[in-house]
């Protein structure tokens, strides 16, 4: 079972930030959060990762409560293109390559 | 060229048909998944692959099964297609280790997905 409760689905305007919100109230302390994105039945894209440090890159960025019990995926300026399903997914980092598990994630529509 | 490829891309069979999904991938990783999507579900994992000689279930592996035939190339059969088995099958695939020999991302990279029919 995923390890993580996401909103089924969240509408944003174009051009506004996304806060896309996950809570994993059961995170472990080498449990790594990781994003992934589905856009209309391609494969997975993978987004951003991060352990206890709120994260950036070139597509988002992560914030992740001190508690770590919870985090938020930051688009700073949606676009159309954005609108896809959004994956929150909790995972350990080591030699042994713990698995993926994808739940339902977040259905995100980004409106003009 | 696409980094991880499927083929094919759709496939419409009968009930007892014997299927066969292939995967390829260029990107020189150790590692391979299948996976199978339900409308409006996320994915479950079918089998995975840490090398050509390791091949572990993963949540849904009953009525399929998968050969690592060599690193780039992991592929899924349907021995015998039942209708609920009708779903998007994708491969995907990671690199356990960095260059350094220390525990990666292991971000997964997705193929395109296959759309399976079982009539």
């Not at chain 1, 994260?55 to 919870?70: F, G, P, Q, V």
């Not at chain 2, 009968?14 to 999507?37: A, F, P, V």
């Not at chain 2, 491969?91 to 960095?98: F, G, H, K, Q, V």
């Not at chain 2, 260059?99 to 399976?116: A, C, I």
């Amino acid at each position: 079972d995923a390890k993580t409760t996401q909103p089924p689905s969240m509408d944003c305007a174009e051009g506004r930030a996304a806060n896309l919100p996950c809570n994993h109230s059961t995170i472990s302390g080498n449990e790594y959060v990781y994003w992934y994105r589905q856009i209309h039945s391609q494969g997975p894209q993978y987004i951003i990762h991060g352990l206890k440090n709120n994260e950036t890159n070139e597509m988002a960025s992560l914030i992740i409560t001190e508690d770590r019990k919870s985090s938020t995926l930051i688009l700073p300026h949606a676009t159309l293109r954005d609108t896809a399903v959004y994956y929150c997914i909790v995972r350990v980092i080591d030699n042994y390559g713990q698995n993926f598990v994808f739940g339902p994630g977040t259905r995100l529509s980004v409106l003009p | 060229d696409a980094d991880v490829t499927q083929t094919p891309r759709n496939r419409i069979t009968k009930t007892g048909k014997r299927i066969m999904l292939e995967c390829s991938q260029t990107k020189g990783h150790d590692r391979m998944y299948w996976y199978r999507q339900d409308p409006g579900l996320g994915l479950q994992l079918i089998y995975y692959s840490f090398d050509v000689k390791d091949i572990n279930k993963g949540e849904i592996s009953d009525g399929y099964s998968v050969s690592r035939q060599a690193q780039a190339k992991f592929s899924l059969s349907l021995e015998s297609a039942i209708p609920n088995q009708t779903a998007l099958y994708f491969c995907a695939t990671s690199d356990l280790l960095d260059r350094t020999g220390r525990p990666s991302v292991d971000e997964q990279y997705f193929g395109p997905g296959t759309r399976l029919t079982v009539t």
